[in-house]
């Protein structure tokens, strides 16, 4: 009996270890699975604002492009438009120059024809050789107005003082210039469109400013992007705009925003007119990778 005794408390105590041990397992797995899963939860948490995150940022790009397509089909669908007011207004002007002093000469060229005293020929031939001079003269001042010159490769510097220099020639007025001494390499349609935007601008200030106080500006933005402004010191922005002001400024922001560019207008506080754009020199390259 004593013997059996002893083997029943053996096999208590072997089944309470057994327990002890399969318990001690059980919460050691337990607790395992608990970090596993803990661990895991964490992870998922963070990946799913990480995946947020993406998808906020790719929601921004997404609607970021497409204000940028519409800006740029808006200005597309003003192009054809716009090139047909200005192939009106080159018409108007060779009509209204060239084409009166052409006219003028033609009637000169018939007076000769039946003019019989020599002194009176002589006077009519002057007369006609002023008109043709005059034609050519404005005929050259339109064709210079349209050509433009070799800009690849030109720093933003060259350009300005380019466009400063002709508009200069041509008007006899003065023009201050401040400019940075470096600045990013723009595209060559960036290039274009700096260029069109100083003669534009220089052109409406002595029209509408006489001149007064031309000043243009150029800086580099903390973001990179290239700022020119053109400023006058004249009366300011009327109201209404007549035509060849109003298309200038139409076809100015066009071409700017189909850069991917901004434009603006203002009238200053303390009199005068500011137009400036902006431009990204990276705009281009980025479009095309897109």
Not at 55 to 79: D, F, M, P, Y
Request: charged fraction near 25%; hydrophobic fraction near 40%.
């Amino acid at each position: 009996y004593e013997v059996a005794g002893a083997l029943r408390d053996e096999i208590a105590a072997a089944r309470r270890n057994s327990w002890l041990l399969v318990a001690g397992i059980t919460l050691a797995t337990g607790i395992l699975l608990v970090g596993i899963v803990g661990a895991g939860s964490r992870t998922i948490q963070r990946q799913q604002l990480q995946l947020r995150a993406q998808i906020a940022e790719q929601q921004r790009l997404a609607r970021a492009n497409r204000e940028l397509r519409l800006k740029v089909q808006r200005a597309s669908a003003g192009a054809a438009e716009t090139n047909e007011r200005y192939l009106g207004r080159i018409g108007a002007d060779l009509h209204d120059g060239p084409v009166q002093l052409l006219s003028l000469a033609a009637l000169r060229l018939d007076a000769i024809e039946t003019e019989t005293d020599a002194a009176k020929r002589s006077a009519e031939i002057a007369d006609l050789r002023q008109a043709l001079q005059a034609a050519m003269r404005d005929i050259r001042g339109i064709s210079r107005g349209l050509a433009l010159p070799e800009l690849g490769g030109k720093s933003l510097r060259e350009v300005i003082r380019r466009a400063v220099d002709v508009h200069i020639s041509l008007t006899r007025t003065e023009v201050a210039l401040d400019l940075p001494a470096t600045a990013p390499q723009l595209p060559h349609s960036q290039l274009i469109a700096v260029y069109r935007f100083v003669q534009e601008g220089l052109s409406n200030a002595t029209r509408h400013a006489g001149g007064k106080g031309m000043r243009v500006e150029a800086e580099v933005l903390e973001d990179g992007r290239i700022r020119v402004s053109v400023c006058d010191a004249g009366p300011g922005l009327p109201e209404t705009l007549d035509d060849s002001a109003g298309l200038g400024l139409r076809g100015l922001t066009e071409r700017i925003e189909s850069l991917g560019g901004d434009f603006s207008v203002e009238n200053l506080a303390g009199g005068g007119v500011r137009i400036a754009l902006t431009l990204d020199p990276d705009q281009e390259s980025e479009d095309a990778r897109r």
